[in-house]
């Protein structure tokens, strides 16, 4: 929502431009999202949204973990878990892994 308004004042990531970062930060998030939902490539999405919660902690909010960035880290929390624990029984990877 309202892309014109924040791509202006985005975090430029490893030079990229604030337009282009952004844009990749919501393909990111949509994706991996529904990945996560669906439980399919669990693991590779939760990677690809920890580094994306670790550069949201470092870059937009420095670190203050107990102010600002509390949200992105209790994200970066669940998705770790998520690494660490693997997607389930009631999972695509785990239907797709049986057979």
């Known amino acids: 929502m309202h892309f014109s308004d924040k791509q202006e004042r985005f975090v430029d990531f490893m030079s990229l431009g ?3 970062s952004l844009i990749l930060v919501i393909i990111a998030e949509f994706i ?3 990945l996560i939902i669906l439980g399919l490539f669990t ?3 939760a990677v690809i949204l920890i580094v994306n919660m ?3 902690i470092s870059l937009a909010h420095s ?3 107990i102010g600002e960035a ?3 880290f209790l994200f ?3 998705y770790v878990s998520l690494l660490l624990l693997g ?3 009631i999972s695509l990877d785990n239907f797709v892994n049986r057979r």
């Open 18 to 20: 604030p337009q282009f």
């Open 32 to 34: 991996c999202s529904i």
């Open 43 to 45: 693991r590779v999405a």
């Open 54 to 56: 670790l550069v949201a």
């Open 63 to 65: 670190w203050q973990i």
């Open 70 to 72: 509390q949200l992105p």
């Open 76 to 78: 970066l929390a669940g």
């Open 87 to 89: 997607p389930g029984k």
